[in-house]
Nanobody, 116 residues
Framework: QVQLVESGGGLVQAGGSLRLSCAAT????????MAWLRQAPGKQRELVADITSGGSTTYGDSVKGRFTISRDNAKNTMYLQMNSLKPEDTAVYYC??????????WGKGTLVTVSS
């Protein structure tokens, strides 16, 4: 089993920055790819960015050039650096991880609110 705990959310003005963290505990040796997803009120959950165990990354079109995903395998932590935030970035941000055996794990989410 893997447990994921997000932190770093909060209220920020448009144009500001936040850094989210996702700490993994448990069977961390089994973790492969990780990702950040978000869900805004009344909308479907969407992929923000993902990162493989080797560090390859992909981003959703709406955050390219503004957000950076990274992971520190020694600290069992994944990050999301969010710059130039917009009101439309307001959402609950979820940490997601998959194991090499195909199991999927979710964090409980952290709320990011961007005021105009």
């Amino acid at each position: 089993q893997v447990q994921l705990v997000e932190s770093g959310g909060g209220l920020v003005q448009a144009g500001g920055s936040l850094r989210l963290s996702c700490a993994a505990t448990g069977s961390i040796f089994s973790i492969g790819a990780m990702a950040w997803l978000r869900q805004a009120p009344g909308k479907q959950r969407e992929l923000v960015a993902d990162i493989t165990s080797g560090g390859s990354t992909t981003y959703g079109d709406s955050v390219k050039g503004r957000f950076t995903i990274s992971r520190d395998n020694a600290k069992n932590t994944m990050y999301l650096q969010m710059n130039s935030l917009k009101p439309e970035d307001t959402a609950v941000y979820y940490c997601y991880a998959t194991s090499y055996s195909g199991m999927a794990y979710w964090g409980k989410g952290t709320l990011v609110t961007v005021s105009s």
